[in-house]
Nanobody
Framework: QVQLVESGGGLVQPGGSLRLSCSASGFTLDYYAIGWFRQAPGKEREGISCISSSGGSTNYADSVRGRFTISRDNAKNTVYLQMNSLKSEDTAVYYC?????????????WGKGTLVTVSS
């Protein structure tokens, strides 16, 4: 059984922080890049960040650069997204995705998503 599960979403005030986790079971993440995406109501799914299989390379969308940090702990079979200085426009369902490399067309598998709501 292969599973990719996001966790850590919830309600946070503007300016606050959350850390999302993407955990795998049934297989190891060691050989895969992991991307984070988000989708707000009425909007298209947006790529946010990606980390290479080794963790040696990362990238970020302009909308989150400087505020979000992606990292991975292969020993725990988990990838993280640290989100700081959150804004109301960050409200969305956040998804992690398994990829052969950090290119949008390389995505092979999606998690179910976790909801982040930024509101006062």
């Amino acid at each position: 059984q292969v599973q990719l599960v996001e966790s850590g979403g919830g309600l946070v005030q503007p300016g606050g922080s959350l850390r999302l986790s993407c955990s795998a079971s049934g297989f190891t993440l060691d050989y895969y890049a992991i991307g984070w995406f988000r989708q707000a109501p009425g909007k298209e799914r947006e790529g946010i960040s990606c980390i290479s299989s080794s963790g040696g390379s990362t990238n970020y969308a302009d909308s989150v650069r400087g505020r979000f940090t992606i990292s991975r702990d292969n020993a725990k079979n988990t990838v993280y997204l640290q989100m700081n200085s959150l804004k109301s426009e960050d409200t969305a369902v956040y998804y992690c995705a398994l990829a052969t490399k950090c290119e949008r067309r390389a995505v092979e598998y999606w998690g179910k998503g976790t909801l982040v709501t930024v509101s006062s």
